[in-house]
């Protein structure tokens, strides 16, 4: 029997009626450990909260992306509650999740020392260990104002509050206030339930400090309130927080790893490339090493890319204003370009991208269909103007090199485009090394933003899918993720340790053609306008670059090694012998080195190990007397006294077969 007070409520589909006053944990059965919050008619809510009649309730588990955010988030609660009883007189910024842990800013009189951060992660785990409950208080403006007097950021927040889209979630501030009622969370005593911390927050959080399976502080940084420079700057506390210890060992390790594998530190120890500061952040220089590397990258996608039936067109690096008014750029990319500069009265723009100047060559002359598809290919040197906050690398720079090419081709030829594309896509990477991948489909939603026919969007959206399906790879689909003009499938690849990397997009435009009022004549005479795919596979050389040395951990395989082979004599008489070997592998095309310098032998191998070449060529007397050299492997193992002819051919085998040692 249910009475007038009983709530109806959805859990798991399916239809319950429960007592008023019935906390969403409590209908969920909650044990507060590994369910930690609510989803509430799709709000994530705490466990705590009451129900309603007519709620739908779903469980928040730790492990998933929510839970863990949630988890996260209150670690950081928790650290900030540890600062503030360490360092009283710190004021509180913004403490939100982030991938893989949380933060704080803090505004300090001193940066935080490594010894303060022992501290707050010990102070952080008698917290921990309380099993303090987060309790959630509604407050009035006001309310709020008079509780934080002390927390000048915090009122500023509170500020905010109602002001309009100012609760930018890249800043951090609609983690406190958000668009509801304004809440503040007290931490209480398990016990007695007293008041130990209280902090400004829209929610949700665990149930109680304990439920932190595993955390740690990992470093401190200066930031700037709300991303400003014209504000304070506060110091930020990064740390990491996971469902479980194995989980949090298991990121500890791959971040151990990965520092290994950065692609900064491989390409300053392998002198492959520099980012001078005389020349700017974001903009590099490629050493005769590097360089090396880049054309042999270079010419294999060329040569890759004829074949695959494209055509070959150079651009120049600036255009008037003009042309990125016509391609629209101007309107919805200006800031991701460099400023203008002023010459013969206009204004000229560094190119951020290629497509609308390999419109123009489209555009020179009359086309026919029988010209399509045409593939417009370039390595095309582009400029972003990145933030130099998240400059990294030869990952994310203000200048970079696209292999840039775009298809026009009829509505007919479109699926069969597609599909050929993605063929090649994965072909080529594979060839460089990459074998774990994902697609991602982004596609249009409601939203007014985008343009041009709904019946287009249905035919390439589905042309894409259709590719994607036949390559028998995962699809993850992201739904209002297309960019304004078309929909696109970007490829995921995985590396050496796992990590993903956006890499190769192709993206179907139905902007620019009509933009620039690209069109062909079609079989029966009339003018039709060709639909157009952009299509980049490496992304830009040098990101390709950088994640190819953290895949490789700068052990590129032989075909892409700066120097193949390194002649290690084991004394001066053996040098002419090992020129002559050199000799005969350069002739093959083979880069190799001949080490005559005063080092001994050891010092020679370990130089060589240290610059991952992969093949080290030794000779002794024995050699000499055999007209043979003996073989040490980038991996240790060693092969001796091998006829010169044969090590010649194992070398060169391995190179033009692109194999991986
Ligand atoms: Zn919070
Ligand atoms: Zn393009």
């Given at each position: 029997?249910?009475t007038?007070s009983d709530?109806r ?5 399916s ?6 006053g ?6 969920l059965d909650?044990?507060?450990r ?15 909260g009451?129900?309603r009649?007519?709620d739908a ?5 730790i ?5 863990r955010a ?10 900030a ?7 009283p007189e ?6 939100p999740?982030v ?10 009189a001193?940066p935080?020392?490594?010894e ?9 785990r008698e917290?921990?260990?309380q099993?303090?409950?987060?309790s959630r208080?509604?407050?009035s403006d006001?309310?709020?104002r ?13 500020g ?7 609760q930018?979630?890249?800043?951090g501030?609609?983690?406190e206030?958000g668009?509801?009622?304004?809440t503040?969370?007290?931490n209480?005593d398990a016990?007695s339930g ?11 959080h665990?149930?109680?400090?304990r439920v ?6 990992m ?6 309130w ?15 927080a996971w ?6 060992d ?7 790893e ?7 530190r ?9 980012f ?9 220089v ?9 054309r ?10 004829e074949a695959g039936?494209y ?5 120049p ?7 990125f ?11 991701d370009?460099?400023?203008?500069m ?5 204004d ?9 100047m ?6 020179a ?6 010209e399509?598809?045409?593939r417009?290919f ?16 030869l990952?994310?720079?203000?200048g970079m090199?696209q292999d ?8 007919e030829?479109?699926?069969a ?11 080529l990477l594979r ?19 985008f ?7 249905e ?8 590719a ?5 790879l995962?699809l ?11 929909p ?11 990590r993903?990397?956006?890499l190769s997009?192709?993206?179907v435009?139905?902007n620019?053609p ?8 079609a079989?029966d005479?009339?003018?039709?306008q060709?639909?157009?795919?952009h299509?980049?596979?490496f992304g830009s ?7 190819l040395?953290e ?11 700066p120097?193949q082979a ?7 008489a ?9 000799e005969?592998l ?5 880069r ?8 001994r ?9 240290k610059?991952k070449v992969?093949?080290m ?6 050699d ?5 050299v003996?073989?040490?492997y ?7 006294a ?20």
């Amino acid at each position: 029997m249910s009475t007038v007070s009983d709530l109806r409520i959805t859990l798991g589909g399916s239809e319950r009626v429960v007592p008023a006053g019935t906390t969403a944990g409590q209908a969920l059965d909650a044990d507060g450990r590994s369910v930690i919050a609510a989803r509430v008619n799709g709000e994530l809510r705490d466990l705590a909260g009451p129900l309603r009649d007519g709620d739908a309730v779903e469980p928040v588990e730790i492990g998933s992306d929510d839970g863990r955010a949630i988890m996260r988030h209150s670690a950081a609660h928790v650290m900030a509650q540890a600062v503030q009883e360490l360092f009283p007189e710190a004021r509180l910024g913004i403490g939100p999740p982030v991938e893989n842990g949380f933060y704080y800013d803090f505004d300090v009189a001193e940066p935080f020392t490594p010894e303060d951060l022992k501290r707050i992660e010990k102070r952080m785990r008698e917290i921990v260990k309380q099993g303090q409950r987060f309790s959630r208080r509604p407050v009035s403006d006001a309310e709020a104002r008079a509780e934080l007097a002390a927390e000048p950021y915090k009122l500023e927040l509170i500020g905010l509050k109602g002001a309009g889209p100012v609760q930018d979630a890249a800043d951090g501030a609609d983690v406190e206030v958000g668009g509801g009622e304004l809440t503040i969370y007290d931490n209480l005593d398990a016990k007695s339930g007293e008041l130990r911390w209280k902090d400004l927050c829209r929610g949700p959080h665990l149930p109680t400090t304990r439920v932190i399976p595993a955390f740690k502080l990992m470093r401190t940084g200066g930031a700037y309130w709300r991303g400003s420079e014209k504000n304070p700057q506060l110091q930020r506390v990064y740390g990491t927080a996971w469902e479980s210890r194995e989980k949090q060992d298991e990121y500890l390790r791959l971040l151990e790893e990965a520092e290994k594998r950065d692609h900064r530190r491989i390409g300053a120890e392998l002198d492959l490339f520099s980012f001078p500061t005389e020349i700017g952040s974001g903009l590099a220089v490629f050493h005769p090493k590097g360089g090396v590397v880049r054309r042999v990258m270079e010419d294999y996608s060329r040569r890759r890319h004829e074949a695959g039936g494209y055509e070959f067109v150079n651009t120049p690096h600036i255009t008037k204003g003009d042309l990125f008014e016509v391609s629209g750029h101007l309107g919805w990319y200006k800031d991701d370009m460099f400023p203008p500069m002023e010459v013969d009265g206009g204004d000229y723009y560094l190119k951020p991208m290629n497509c609308p100047m390999h419109n123009l060559i489209f555009r020179a002359r009359g086309r026919s269909y029988r010209e399509l598809p045409l593939r417009l290919f370039e390595f095309g040197s582009v400029y972003r103007f990145e933030k130099s906050g998240v400059v990294h690398g030869l990952t994310r720079v203000r200048g970079m090199t696209q292999d840039d090419a775009h298809i026009y081709c009829t509505k007919e030829q479109m699926g069969a485009e597609l599909k050929n594309l993605l063929t090649f896509v994965l072909d080529l990477l594979r060839d460089y090394g990459l074998d774990e991948f994902y697609l991602e489909l982004s596609t249009r939603d409601d939203s007014p933003k985008f343009i041009g026919e709904a019946a287009d969007w249905e035919e390439a959206t589905e042309a894409l899918r259709k590719a994607a399906d036949e390559s028998g790879l995962d699809l993850v689909a992201d739904p209002g993720g297309a960019a304004f003009y078309g929909p696109k499938i970007s490829v995921q690849a995985k590396d050496a340790i796992g990590r993903t990397w956006q890499l190769s997009t192709i993206q179907v435009d139905f902007n620019q053609p009509k933009r620039f009022g690209l069109e062909y004549q079609a079989a029966d005479g009339t003018r039709r306008q060709p639909v157009m795919i952009h299509r980049a596979l490496f992304g830009s050389i040098e990101r390709f670059f950088g994640v190819l040395l953290e895949h490789y951990a700068g052990a590129m395989p032989p075909w892409l090694s700066p120097v193949q082979a390194v002649g290690i004599p084991i004394g001066d008489a053996h040098v002419p012998h090992l020129e002559k070997v050199a000799e005969r592998l350069r002739e093959r095309g083979i880069r190799i080195e001949v080490d005559a310098s005063s080092d001994r032998m050891q010092k020679k191998i370990r130089n060589a190990q240290k610059q991952k070449v992969p093949y080290m060529l030794l000779a002794g007397d024995d050699d000499v007397a055999k007209d043979a050299v003996s073989f040490r492997y980038r991996n240790g193992e060693q092969k001796n006294a091998v006829p010169i002819g044969e090590a010649v051919e194992e070398i060169v085998k391995a190179v033009e077969a692109r194999v991986q040692i």
